[in-house]
């Protein structure tokens, strides 16, 4: 898999070991919520959960032509995969890959992401609108699960942070509103946000 997966272009230069990296930590996160409740997890449970970070782990840096290769190419071709049902139809027209689905917590079962009803602010701005779309909460739940696993600091101290997510992208893609929405949803009682701007013209600095 990791072979055939070079010939496919990646927007941003990510060596191996990052790849990887990215696997263990979704693994971890997506795995997270039944540890806490202390339930099993059966073994086709554990195989759609590892197919869906092995999705994005490896080809979540890919343009949507390379994310339906890498469908295609890689994750319907291994044997007995616990992968979505997508049509023929649904796959040529609509390009539909495991990327638009996730492993629904509740069910166990593959599900479509689904873009929650907007409820649009007593005070409209207009160029502040954020309105969620399919790559914004899918983005957003990732993000989610990722800042929910704890990271030890310092032992002795019992000091904890979180891990970090990196939205990457063209100009355009929606990454501050995405960071925007996430960030919205904080507790003001326990996390406090404070919103720094880099641009292309950005130096070390300026910052």
């Not at 191996?16 to 449970?45: C, G, W, Y």
């Not at 030890?152 to 100009?171: A, D, I």
């Not at 946000?193 to 880099?198: A, D, G, Q, S």
């Amino acid at each position: 898999m990791i072979a055939l997966a070079r010939g496919y272009v990646y927007m941003m230069t990510c060596p191996m070991i990052i790849r990887v990296t990215q696997f263990l930590s979704l693994l971890e996160a997506v795995l997270l919520p039944h540890q806490q409740r202390n339930e099993p997890v059966d073994k086709k449970l554990f195989e759609m959960y590892f197919i869906y970070c092995v999705a994005w782990a490896f080809a979540g840096l890919f343009e949507t032509d390379d994310r339906q290769r890498f469908f295609k190419e890689i994750l319907e071709k291994i044997p007995n995969a616990p992968i979505p049902q997508i049509s023929a139809a649904r796959a040529a027209n609509e390009k539909e890959t495991i990327f638009d689905y996730c492993v629904h917590y509740e069910t166990k079962t593959w599900k479509m992401w689904e873009v929650p009803e907007w409820q649009p602010p007593k005070r409209l701005i207009f160029s502040q609108l954020l309105i969620p779309t399919s790559d914004s909460i899918r983005a957003e739940y990732i993000m989610s699960r990722i800042a929910d696993l704890p990271v030890e600091k310092h032992k002795e101290r019992k000091e904890f942070g979180l891990k970090n997510t990196l939205l990457v992208g063209g100009s355009g893609t929606a990454k501050t509103s995405v960071a925007l929405m996430f960030t919205g949803r904080f507790d003001s009682e326990k996390m406090l946000f404070k919103r720094v701007n880099f641009s292309s013209a950005t130096q070390p600095i300026n910052f």
